[in-house]
Every structure is written in structure tokens, then in C-alpha cells.
């Protein structure tokens, strides 16, 4: 049972007070959030009328869980996100996603109203509880998925404990979860230290134990004879993207990708050598990655899907892993060496190294679909295809399932983001988390988000267009029109009827939405090659979110149709994996 909140601070005692709500979201405005997603509750109401004093603006999304795939996404691309729910009721609904955010490394301030302090201590039978007396049944709950679960119970120790649970949230790149009651928001605490920054600069290492991990890293390097760069998704999520591109561009190593870590790299960069799934590897690219002498893996998360299956074929005593939490040369591990200063120092110091060069990706369309008079559009068709349409610094978002595993085969142009959801891939994800990235994008003036989802993720979470079109977002969404959970049917069940779903007209819910055809949204359905060229030639639909300048907002929706028994190669090859996974006795 939770027990009564101490005194309240004696305002004469404060230099500058300042409500626990608005000190609470001037600190989220001060680390870069400028949207704050969630729904409105009875327990966080009054907390919500601070958002727009601290120059915030309210989304107000459909659902809890939407609006958690919505911080997700918003936090991949600004670097951290805020989340408002309800007690019980709202927190739980997007609880998914927040354990989604927790596997992948994605920084979400979770904030929950609560309860009153009174009521919590008498025991009160309310209303979103167990019934129990129990109020910290839920908070318990995020333990597990939170890096910092804080209860703002005291006054006196509000700030210290939401200035850590922001800075630890931004340093861990993990959600934290702060519980706000209902008395507490508008309790008085000292506003003076709002004038100090929270610290957010990562710890340093231990300078001498850094050394010598960079001397053992250096005598390896330059004595590899082909060395190669694998960059996963915690180089991006821990921020060590601008050593990675020094590291690659000064040495000339030939990089690669996982697919978790797509578009971490400038894929235009000559040394870009394409992706390394094991067995679901882009052309040419495993031979070169799996003969290297040395692979300076930066951030890997090997977990099935991002290695198609358990099929790497690297082995350790060729590794070299850097991570935000340790350092590991072959079968040796540094604990609390952090990469990002080990990889200056190596940049630093490297010189010449041996280099080979890798495989040279390209957006051609495999000979056997050019020859094909075919006018069906498949996958291997379309994503080189989509490649050649993609433009400098877009945003693509690709949901678990064919898009997922499509965009293995395209090769970026300049600055190109790729957001996704491989290891917690929960379906629908992708949707609500296109509304908080094409958000970021609009706040930081970037033009174009592009979503590519399957019709059956996409039934998940279509309601997040109607925010979407009341955000003035302007996406580009392409829904897959294929009969289906796809992955699902390489897995088990190609014609079983639990992988159907009922057919819908996509386009016309934009509409319902509240979208209007041609003003602030415009539809479109392809079901032939022909029509898709037509498409990306079209100057007016690739140029349409260009007119943001104009305040004219237009979301573009697009039906696109394939074949249900169509699949990318790697996504067969992962499903058969998994399937005999899934058998595994």
C-alpha cells in the first residue's frame, strides 16, 4: 500500500517555485521534446493544462497503445520522446509498446497520472484499480521494462528524481516511468535549479583502462589483412553515429549494415558494401563479411530476424564488439568502456590499414523481373524499384513483415533515416509510429516520411491517420495489399484461415478521417509495374509534402497490391528459421 506524501515545502523557502508539472515538462522542453503524445484521463487532466505553458504542444492521439508507437517513433528521430497516460486503464493499453521501446533502445519519458497520495495511503476503492488497495501494481509492472520507475510522492524529492529519471533515459536510451498523483501537480518546489541544464553527457571512461583497450584494438587492426565495419542499431541508438562515419570515411574499411541498423550509414559512401544478414545478405556481401580477418562489429543486437535466422557465420575470435556498456576484443571483455571513446581514440591513432574492397550495392532490378512481361508487381520488382524514387534525407518507416525484410535490397540515397521495428516486432507498430516521425520531421523541416505497411499490420493501428490528418502531417503511406499476415504464412499456415483478414477499401478511410480528397489528402491504388513508374514519375505526388512552405498539408495513401504468396528472399529464408525454431524439441 502506498504511504501518505511528506510535507509540502514551505514556499517562503523557495527561491523560485515552481509546480512539480510545469518544472516536469520545462525539462522535457529543455532536452529537445517539443510534442507530447498520450490520452487524457481523470488522473492526469490538470497536468495536461501545463503542456502548452512549457511551449509544448499536445497530439492527443486515438489510443494508448498508438500513441506509445507514436513517442517510439518521435524519439528515433528527436532523441527522445514523452508519453502521458492514465492510470491502470491507459498505462497498460500502451504498455506493448513501451516494452517495444525497452527491447530496441528508444527513450521515452513515460508519464503517469495517478491517484491522489491521500487515496493511495487510505486504501480507496477507485475507479482503474485492481480493487485491491494495491496501487503500485502497475508501476511494478514497468520495472522490467524501465531503466527508472519514480514515484512522485514527495515534494522535496521531486526534481532530483524526474531531472534523473530524463537524464538516465537519455544517457540508457531506455523509457523511464515517472508516477505523477493527482496532488502532487500542482505542489511548489525550488524553479531555481531549472537555470542548470540536466547533464546529459555520457560518463567518461576510465582513461587508463581506455588506453589500453584501444592499444589491443590497434595491434589486432593493423595487423588484419581485410578488415570490414558492421554497424547494428545501438551504434545509432547510443549516439555514436558521427565516430562511425569518421571511422569508416578516414580508414576506407568497407562497411556493412545489419538490418536493424539500415541507414545508419551514408550509403552513398564508396566503401559501403550493402547488408549482412548471414543467409538473407544483399549479393556478395556475406562471402566478403565472413572471409574478413577482422570484423569491428559497433552496436550488435543478434537476434533472429536481424540475422535471418541465426545464419551469421562470423566467428568471435575474428570480432571485435564495441557497445555502449563494454568493449570486447575476441574473447576478451573490458566492462564500462564505453564505445564512443574508444572509437575517437582508434580514429585518432589508426593510420594506413590493409583494406580489400567490398561489393558495390546497386537499386538494379534483378535481370529475371526486367525480362519478365509480367505487368504483376512483385517484391523483388518493387524495392530496388521504390530505391530509385527515394530522395535525399526522406524518412522510411517499414513494418515487420515483406516491407521489413524489402528494404534489405534498397540502396539509400544521402541522409536517408530507416525506422523499424525488428527485434520487438510488434505488427501495427509501424503506423503509429509513422505519426510521431513524420511529427519530428515536421518540427526539424525535414520533407518527406514514408511508410511502407502490409494490410494486416495495418487494420492494427489504422485510426493513427485520423491524428495524423489532425496533426497537419503530410506522410506518404503505402499499404501493402497482399490478403494478409505474410510472415506469418511462411511460418505455418500458407492457406490456414487464421492468416486472412477481411479485405478493406484503404484508401476511402482516409476520408472517413476526416481527410479531404485533394486539400488535405490525396489517394491512390496500383496494381500494376506500369502504374507504379507511372506513380514515381509523377513530379506532383513525389513533391506534394514539399508544400509545407505554403501551409498546405497533404497526406498521400497509397493501395499498392502483390501477389499473397509473394515474399522477399530473406524474409523466407527467417521464416523458415523460425519455424524450425518453433519445432525445436
Known sequence: ??????????????????????????????????????????????????????????????????????????ARIKGISALVTTFGVGELSAINAVAGAFSEYVPIVHIVGTPSTVSQADGQLLHHTLGNGDFNVFSNMSRSISCVVSLLNDPHMAATLIDNAIRECYIQSRPVYL?????????????????TPIDLKFPPNNEEKEDYVV?????????????????????????????VHQLVEKSGMPVFVT????????????NYGGVYAGDGSNDGVRGRVESSDLVLSIGAIKSDFNTAGFTYRVSQLSTIDFHSTYTRVKFSEYPNVRMNGVLQKIIARMGRLNIEDGPKPTNKVPSTEKESSSEIITQAWFWPTMGQWLQPK???????????????????????????QVLWGSIGYATGSCQGVALAAKEMGIKRTILFTGDGS???????????????????????????????????????TYNDIQEWKYKDLVAVFGGQEGKTARTYQVKTKKEVEAL?????????????????????????????????????????????ANARE
Open 1 to 74: 500500500m502506498a504511504t501518505s506524501a511528506a510535507s509540502d515545502i514551505r514556499t517562503d523557502e523557495l527561491k523560485q517555485p515552481v509546480d512539480v508539472a510545469e518544472y516536469l515538462f520545462r525539462r522535457l522542453h529543455e532536452v529537445g521534446v517539443r510534442s507530447v503524445h498520450g490520452l487524457p484521463g481523470d488522473y492526469n487532466l490538470v497536468a495536461l493544462d501545463y503542456i502548452p505553458k512549457a511551449g509544448l504542444n499536445w497530439v492527443g492521439n486515438v489510443n494508448e497503445l498508438n500513441a506509445g508507437y507514436a513517442a517510439d517513433g518521435y
Open 179 to 195: 508516477a505523477l498523483p493527482t496532488d502532487m501537480v500542482q505542489k511548489k518546489i525550488e524553479g531555481e535549479r531549472l537555470k
Open 215 to 243: 592499444d589491443v584494438v590497434l595491434k589486432y587492426l593493423h595487423a588484419a589483412k581485410n578488415p570490414v565495419v558492421l554497424v547494428d542499431a545501438c551504434a545509432i541508438r547510443h549516439r555514436v553515429l558521427d565516430e
Open 259 to 270: 538490418p536493424m541498423g539500415k541507414g545508419a550509414i551514408n550509403e552513398t559512401l564508396s
Open 394 to 420: 526522406d524518412i522510411v518507416i517499414t513494418e515487420t513483415g515483406t516491407a521489413n525484410f524489402g528494404i534489405w535490397e534498397t540502396r539509400f540515397p544521402s541522409d536517408v533515416t530507416a525506422v523499424s
Open 458 to 496: 495495418f487494420q492494427l493501428t489504422a485510426q493513427e491517420v485520423s491524428t495524423m490528418i489532425r496533426q497537419k502531417l503530410n506522410p506518404i503511406i503505402f499499404v501493402i495489399c497482399n490478403e494478409g499476415y505474410t510472415i506469418e504464412r511462411f511460418i505455418h499456415g500458407m492457406d490456414a
Open 536 to 580: 514515381f514519375k509523377d513530379d506532383e505526388f513525389a513533391s506534394a509534402p514539399f508544400l509545407q512552405a505554403s501551409n498546405i498539408f497533404q497526406a498521400l495513401f497509397v493501395e499498392l497490391y502483390m501477389p499473397k504468396e509473394d515474399a522477399p528472399r530473406a524474409l523466407k529464408l527467417t521464416a523458415e528459421a523460425s519455424a524450425k
